[in-house]
């Protein structure tokens, strides 16, 4: 076992401390409860939580600031509760954009409205956010883990920089980068390649007036095109607007849609063009395309997956953040907490998270939702098409209904589960 700090602060060094200059650094071995490899979201939240709680936390990631990336840009519905059981949430509202309602349309008519508070905000200042919820953010160690090797008892990772961090458990929260799982013999089994394509950019209005609108969902109009949806809603820099497809990749519309991107869009969903008026793109678009994965042979003493590191997601199906939060609740407020109170980081430990039921639950319904998602939009066999409009017929006539008579079918609802 390493001795244990002799200074108050976890960001001691065995004879440094870790904010020195990395020359000077070198030879330093820092020690700590828990090493956090990757500080996004699953990362940052888990050095929060485990720091608060009192356990000596090392969070290493190759940035010091988040860079700007396009992942998850808002968050809305149960994520929120689990923010608030977390303790994120005031931090959340403090930096992101409110909205409670989305108005939901296809083919230019409003399917209904969806009403719930929700929060936009770029993931950069998503990731900042939860960093600055570490007691003491300034420890975050910049650096890159080069290897990590790891045992029933204390884990040996090593830093581009030369320094090396020893801790009884080490957290990947790397997220789609497989590199240091990989050598471990974590490797990733790819369920689908290419799953889904996503763009992310920000629009305004040629005028300068104001959308008509908080919030917008439009949903695809034709199986052809392979749109699921485009979500438009409000971020601190104006109108962020997220469209989601099921779609070769290689498809010329996806240039297009990065070359041309109002056209495009307007193209794909023609139903648009009088919610949006004469509109223009403010920014870079950005786009990704997404594999479906899941990781194999994770099973190790001493170190455990998060997040992405342990399980790809389907942005069209909104489940990356979910997912994320069951790991970090789990792990970091339940079995963590567990496994330092007493000796040895063996298998037996680290099954316990994997066996969990609510991860599996959320690990499982993510990939079920982006089968879902894939298949409502681009399925055309009769079974699909019939299901389609089902979904959509259904979602109108409740909302007629609900606009008729507020309250009734909740109340329906409410006496038929009773
Ligand atoms: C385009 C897109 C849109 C999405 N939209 C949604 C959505 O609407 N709703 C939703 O719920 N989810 C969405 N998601 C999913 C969600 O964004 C992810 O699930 C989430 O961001 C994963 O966070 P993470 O912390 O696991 O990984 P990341 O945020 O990728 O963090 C990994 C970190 O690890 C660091 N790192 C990697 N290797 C090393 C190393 N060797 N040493 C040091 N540091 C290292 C990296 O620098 C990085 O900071 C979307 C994803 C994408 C791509």
């Given at each position: 076992?390493?001795?244990?700090?002799?200074?108050?602060?976890?960001?001691?060094?065995?004879?440094?401390?870790?904010?020195?200059?990395?020359?000077?650094?070198?030879?330093?071995?820092?020690?700590?409860?828990?090493?956090?490899?990757?500080?996004?979201?699953?990362?940052?939240?888990?050095?929060?939580?485990?720091?608060?709680?009192?356990?000596?936390?090392?969070?290493?990631?190759?940035?010091?600031v988040y860079p700007d990336e396009f992942r998850v840009e808002k968050i809305g519905g149960p994520q929120l509760e689990m923010f608030r059981?977390?303790?994120?949430?005031?931090?959340?509202?403090?930096?992101?954009?409110?909205?409670?309602?989305?108005?939901?349309?296809?083919?230019?008519?409003?399917?209904?409205?969806?009403?719930?508070?929700?929060?936009?905000?770029?993931?950069?200042?998503?990731?900042?956010?939860?960093?600055?919820?570490?007691?003491?953010?300034?420890?975050?160690?910049?650096?890159?883990?080069?290897?990590?090797?790891?045992?029933?008892?204390?884990?040996?990772?090593?830093?581009?920089?030369?320094?090396?961090?020893?801790?009884?458990?080490?957290?990947?929260?790397?997220?789609?980068?497989?590199?240091?799982?990989?050598?471990?013999?974590?490797?990733?089994?790819?369920?689908?390649?290419?799953?889904?394509?996503?763009?992310?950019?920000?629009?305004?209005?040629?005028?300068?007036?104001?959308?008509?609108?908080?919030?917008?969902?439009?949903?695809?109009?034709?199986?052809?095109?392979?749109?699921?949806?485009?979500?438009?809603?409000?971020?601190?820099?104006?109108?962020?607007?997220?469209?989601?497809?099921?779609?070769?990749?290689?498809?010329?519309?996806?240039?297009?849609?990065?070359?041309?991107?109002?056209?495009?869009?307007?193209?794909?969903?023609?139903g648009l063009q009088p919610y949006l008026g004469d509109f223009r793109v403010t920014d870079r678009v950005q786009n990704w395309v997404m594999?479906?994965?899941?990781?194999?042979?994770?099973?190790?003493?001493?170190?455990?997956?998060?997040?992405?590191?342990?399980?790809?997601?389907?942005?069209?199906?909104?489940?990356?953040?979910?997912?994320?939060?069951?790991?970090?609740?789990?792990?970091?407020?339940?079995?963590?907490?567990?496994?330092?109170?007493?000796?040895?980081?063996?298998?037996?430990?680290?099954?316990?998270?994997?066996?969990?039921?609510?991860?599996?639950?959320?690990?499982?319904?993510?990939?079920?939702?982006?089968?879902?998602?894939?298949?409502?939009?681009?399925?055309?066999?009769?079974?699909?098409?019939?299901?389609?409009?089902?979904?959509?017929?259904?979602?109108?006539?409740?909302?007629?209904?609900?606009?008729?008579?507020?309250?009734?079918?909740?109340?329906?609802?409410?006496?038929?589960?009773?």
């Amino acid at each position: 076992m390493e001795p244990p700090l002799t200074v108050g602060a976890w960001t001691m060094t065995a004879d440094s401390t870790v904010t020195e200059p990395i020359a000077a650094a070198a030879t330093t071995t820092i020690v700590a409860d828990v090493a956090i490899v990757g500080g996004g979201l699953a990362g940052s939240l888990a050095a929060a939580v485990l720091a608060r709680a009192g356990h000596r936390v090392a969070l290493v990631d190759k940035r010091a600031v988040y860079p700007d990336e396009f992942r998850v840009e808002k968050i809305g519905g149960p994520q929120l509760e689990m923010f608030r059981r977390l303790g994120f949430i005031r931090g959340l509202a403090s930096v992101a954009c409110p909205y409670d309602q989305v108005l939901n349309v296809r083919e230019g008519k409003v399917v209904d409205v969806s009403v719930g508070q929700a929060y936009g905000l770029p993931y950069a200042g998503l990731v900042a956010m939860a960093r600055g919820q570490i007691p003491d953010p300034s420890s975050l160690i910049v650096d890159e883990v080069t290897a990590v090797t790891c045992s029933d008892d204390v884990q040996h990772l090593e830093l581009a920089s030369g320094r090396r961090l020893n801790a009884r458990l080490v957290v990947l929260a790397t997220g789609m980068a497989g590199a240091l799982g990989y050598k471990l013999g974590i490797r990733r089994r790819v369920l689908a390649a290419g799953h889904s394509v996503s763009f992310g950019f920000t629009i305004v209005r040629r005028d300068g007036t104001p959308f008509d609108f908080k919030a917008l969902t439009c949903y695809g109009e034709r199986t052809s095109d392979g749109v699921d949806y485009l979500s438009l809603f409000p971020v601190p820099a104006g109108m962020r607007a997220n469209l989601f497809m099921f779609r070769d990749p290689t498809d010329p519309v996806m240039r297009d849609l990065r070359r041309d991107t109002e056209a495009t869009v307007l193209r794909l969903l023609p139903g648009l063009q009088p919610y949006l008026g004469d509109f223009r793109v403010t920014d870079r678009v950005q786009n990704w395309v997404m594999d479906l994965s899941v990781v194999e042979g994770h099973l190790q003493p001493g170190v455990v997956l998060i997040g992405d590191a342990f399980q790809t997601n389907c942005p069209a199906a909104g489940t990356g953040v979910a997912r994320l939060l069951v790991d970090v609740e789990r792990l970091c407020t339940e079995y963590a907490p567990r496994w330092l109170a007493t000796e040895g980081m063996g298998k037996e430990k680290i099954s316990e998270f994997y066996s969990d039921r609510d991860k599996i639950a959320a690990d499982q319904q993510s990939l079920k939702m982006a089968r879902f998602r894939q298949a409502l939009t681009s399925r055309d066999d009769i079974s699909w098409d019939v299901r389609r409009r089902l979904h959509f017929l259904r979602r109108s006539i409740t909302h007629r209904v609900d606009q008729m008579r507020p309250g009734w079918l909740a109340q329906v609802r409410s006496a038929l589960r009773a």
